[in-house]
């Protein structure tokens, strides 16, 4: 503010002294005030609010690049390289998962995987443990239907010695008896838990129910009790054996580091590494059934019902994913979604409703769920069919589709904003045996999808009459209500159980 003021009281001096030798000025009139014409009235005061600020020019969307290399052995060399930080996130990745569990032992793939940092190389719990805290890191493992990744965060400094620890684990873990039993008791313990969560159960009958028990992806990763317990040391060893090798196994490296120097990193962790595991054939397309039943799930006492619908959806690659997945987002992906205006905003039955398509290496499920009031679970449920009902009726306009199109574009980047992330989608591109250039494709097909293309597929894959049904609740408070809406035969099942293989 200094340089007008002082432009200011330069200005009165010149302005005074000029005072001394020109002629007084004649005086002008004041002004005139403003006609009745010209003045604004209140209502054109208020107009600017019919109209919203435009937002800003959006910034560039930047992708990452991911380069690929593969060893002499089938080993698979993942990169992508990020110099901001000192940072590289060092994983390894396992293209079996879940899927890969036998019948009557789920569960065994996520135990074995988690087995495999109970010891290895010589050393135990405690002295694996011990080595990966000197480096300033401990080892995560995440297990899924189609893989599992293991991995750290290291400063780069400390990369090749988070890799030889990680090598350790891959190729020579111990499944010591000891550690073995003491992972197996944790896993139970939290089952046990998890056993009280309405959600869990929820998924756990919605698996079964829209895949059927005898299909890889019919059960919970995490497996049940029973089947949890019937897991031995033997099956852990055999599946590992049977599975892990260097050609069903990626070394993804993401961060301060080039795909040369990763090659020469595998080369020297992983080049005489042997096995005989290959890839397993991808999951089958599960049957597309009408919809017979409502599975309930009986929990006393809960003040809110879990509702989830849902049918088999597409695998990753589908020609139909992006428009999918624009017309899941219209229907329940975002807080501005048709399901979430109804259940929370306008009915208030929930504090949130949700639907998404998750395409694995085969078909996987596409779901919509709320949990709700249980007094107004029937009427909740109405809606849901209502909503659903609507996608045909009431097509989905422009404005919804270019507002789902923009929130899934923008939000992009945020899976790489950490090296981490960037591991994670390496690992993803792997395991879903996808190009390098997926994400690149992805918003591509986001971007193109036309408005016929959406319309087509919402009234396809969610039409209301192919979702299952699966609620969790009160069975006092909630039988009544659901019973005369005509979705299909009462069917209760007992929480956490495990059936026999039938469809």
Not at 107 to 133: I, P
Not at 306 to 321: F, K, M, T, Y
Not at 467 to 481: F, I, M, R
């Amino acid at each position: 503010m200094r340089r007008p003021l002082l432009a200011l009281s330069t200005l009165a001096v010149l302005t005074a002294s000029a005072c001394r030798t020109a002629p007084a000025p004649v005086p002008e009139a004041p002004p005139s005030a403003p006609s009745a014409e010209a003045a604004p009235s209140p209502s054109d005061a208020e107009a600017f609010r019919a109209r919203p600020p435009e937002p800003g020019e959006s910034p560039a969307l930047v992708l990452p690049r991911f380069e690929r290399a593969q060893l002499d052995n089938g080993l698979t060399v993942l990169v992508s390289t990020r110099r901001e930080l000192p940072l590289i996130y060092v994983g390894v990745s396992f293209a079996v998962g879940g899927a890969g569990d036998p019948q009557g032992k789920w569960g065994l793939a996520d135990l074995t995987y988690k087995t495999m940092l109970e010891g290895a190389a010589g050393k135990d719990t405690l002295a694996l443990d011990q080595a990966f805290q000197n480096l300033g890191v401990s080892p995560g493992v995440s297990v899924s239907s189609d893989g599992a990744n293991l991995g750290v965060r290291v400063l780069s400094r400390n990369a090749d010695e988070a890799l030889a620890l990680l090598t350790e684990v891959v190729r020579r873990p111990t499944f010591a008896a000891k550690d073995f039993e003491r992972r197996k008791k944790l896993q139970l313990a939290e089952l046990v838990r998890a056993l009280g969560s309405p959600g869990f159960l929820a998924q756990q009958a919605y698996l079964r129910g829209v895949f059927g028990p005898s299909h890889p992806y019919g059960h919970p990763v995490s497996g049940l009790p029973a089947t949890v317990e019937a897991v031995t040391a033997r099956d852990v060893k055999a599946f590992y054996e049977a599975h892990v090798g260097p050609r069903t196994t990626a070394l993804v490296m993401t961060g301060d580091i080039t795909l040369e120097q990763a090659v020469a990193l595998a080369k020297k962790s992983f080049g005489d590494w042997k096995g005989k595991a290959v890839l397993p054939p991808v999951p089958p397309a599960p049957p597309t059934p009408k919809r017979t039943q409502v599975v309930f799930v009986p929990k006393p006492g809960l003040d809110q019902t879990v509702v989830v619908l849902g049918r088999p959806g597409i695998a990753a690659g589908n020609p139909d994913e992006a428009a999918l997945e624009l017309a899941t987002t219209v229907f329940g992906g975002f807080f501005g979604s048709r399901l979430n205006m109804n259940l929370r905003e306008d009915k208030g039955y929930s504090y949130g409703a949700n639907a998404s398509s998750d395409p694995r290496l085969g078909v996987g499920p596409l779901t919509a769920s709320s949990s709700v009031r249980a007094d107004v679970t029937g009427a909740a449920l109405t809606e849901f069919f209502n909503e659903l009902k609507g996608l045909r009726e009431r097509p989905i306009s422009a404005k919804e589709l270019e507002s789902a199109r923009e929130g899934l574009i923008r939000g992009f980047p945020g899976s790489f904003e950490s090296v981490e992330g960037l591991g994670a989608s390496a690992s993803a591109l792997f395991t879903l045996r996808r190009p390098l250039d997926e994400f690149e494709r992805t918003v591509e097909g986001l971007r193109k999808a036309t408005p016929a293309e959406v319309q087509r597929v919402a009234e396809a894959y969610l039409s209301p009459d192919t979702l299952q049904v699966v609620l969790v609740g009160d069975p006092e408070a909630v039988q009544k209500q659901v019973e005369g809406l005509g979705l299909g035969q009462w069917v209760t099942e007992s929480p956490g159980k495990a059936p026999a293989a039938s469809r």
